[in-house]
């Protein structure tokens, strides 16, 4: 089925442990990124890519790390997990900057213990 | 430094009658707005734009109108549905960086 997918839904780790966020989308979209959701906060945006090998922070990058070997596939990187960054985390990716709408993934929930 | 603000976090509205969602901003560079709809458990949805050049935009049930003088939009669903209950995100685009500005949402509960 073709679009944006996220794994793994859920997941509960301990301070201190690396984790590692997949999102794969099956459009051949240039653009992809990666977004945190918080109360209070709508979403912010992480780390975007707008193709393979070409990455940039975005509002909150700390204690994040991105990759992007392959155009489809755009893992996100928690290198040691933190209190603060329990959230719901979103992918997302388009096909060029002009019109600007965004294809979301489900979402994330990550807790950190 | 808030760019966007949606003032209201939430919104209660009868089946059949107007919703209106509204958002204020401060950058004036901002050259594109986006409105996105989020149900639980899913990932937000584009619903509706407007470019900066003009002061309304209509799809269906929903309008969004905006305010450049007045730095502000709104989003207008006539009427509304209850399947219209949802989190509703104002999202101006960034012309100079091209980098989209969440808001930090309203949620819209339509009851019959």
């Known amino acids: 089925d073709a679009g944006i997918t996220q794994s793994p839904r859920y997941k509960i780790t301990e301070t201190g442990r690396q984790v590692t966020l997949m999102c794969h989308q099956t459009?051949?979209?240039?653009?992809m990124f990666w977004y945190r959701q918080d109360l209070g906060h709508g979403l912010r945006l992480i780390y975007y890519?707008?193709?393979?090998?070409?990455?940039d922070k975005g509002e909150v990058p700390d204690g994040y790390v991105v990759s992007r070997s392959k155009t489809e596939n755009f893992p996100l990187t928690l290198e040691s997990a933190t209190r603060s960054q329990t959230s719901v985390y979103f992918c997302?990716?388009?096909?060029?900057?002009?019109?600007?709408?965004?294809?979301f993934g489900e979402g994330s929930r990550l807790t950190v213990l | 430094d808030q760019q966007v603000k949606q003032n209201s976090p939430s919104l209660s509205v009868q089946e059949g009658r107007i919703s209106i969602l509204n958002c204020d901003y401060t950058?004036?560079?901002?050259?594109?707005f986006l409105w996105y709809k989020k149900y639980p458990a899913e990932g937000p949805t584009f619903l509706i734009s407007?470019?900066?050049?003009?002061d309304k935009n209509e799809d269906g049930r929903f309008t969004v109108f905006l305010n450049k003088s007045a730095k502000h939009l709104s989003l207008h669903i006539v009427p509304s549905q209850p399947g219209d209950s949802a989190v509703y995100f104002c999202?101006?685009?960034?012309?100079?960086?091209?980098?989209?500005?969440f808001g930090t949402g309203t949620r819209l509960q339509v009851f019959p």
């Open positions: 890519s707008a193709a393979a090998d070409i990455t």
């Open positions: 999202v101006p685009r960034r012309m100079e960086t091209d980098k989209l500005i």
């Open positions: 407007i470019s900066s050049i003009k």
């Open positions: 997302a990716s388009r096909s060029s900057p002009e019109l600007g709408e965004l294809f």
């Open positions: 459009w051949s979209h240039s653009y």
């Open positions: 950058n004036s560079m901002f050259d594109y």
